[in-house]
């Protein structure tokens, strides 16, 4: 819950988490494409040498899909949006990205980049 500013009532950070659907769904036709390119790899293929070729790479490209889809779910991505900074960062992970806000406006009205060049 936020005020008419965007602001939580507690005046710390709000924070914008990960839409664990949108998440899914991205990772999960990732992981359907790149199986049903293997299956029709598999099946394509008309030398031995060819299958293993279509198998091997593709497979790879499937086994990374899952694996990243299992990674971004133990590890759910959030944004932290404070007067101070953007910080985006992963569940129980040490580094974090930060956006230092660099200007800083006094005035009433929203800050501009017009009025931040006429202030200096």
Do not use: Y
């Not at 990374?64 to 960062?89: C, K, M, Q, Y």
């Not at 005035?107 to 009025?115: G, T």
């Amino acid at each position: 819950m936020s005020d008419a500013g965007g602001r939580p009532p507690s005046g710390g950070p709000a924070v914008v988490a990960e839409s664990s659907g949108s998440r899914n769904f991205l990772w999960g036709f990732l992981a359907v494409v790149s199986g049903a390119a293997l299956v029709r790899g598999h099946i394509g293929a008309t030398t031995d040498a060819g299958r293993l070729a279509v198998d091997g790479i593709v497979g790879v490209v499937f086994v990374g899909t899952v694996a990243l889809w299992v990674w971004f779910n133990r590890h759910p991505a959030r944004l932290e949006v404070s007067p101070d900074a953007i910080v985006f960062r992963h569940r129980g992970q040490k580094g974090s990205a930060r956006l230092p806000r660099t200007v800083t406006c006094t005035s009433p009205r929203p800050c501009s980049a017009a009025s931040t060049r006429s202030a200096s």
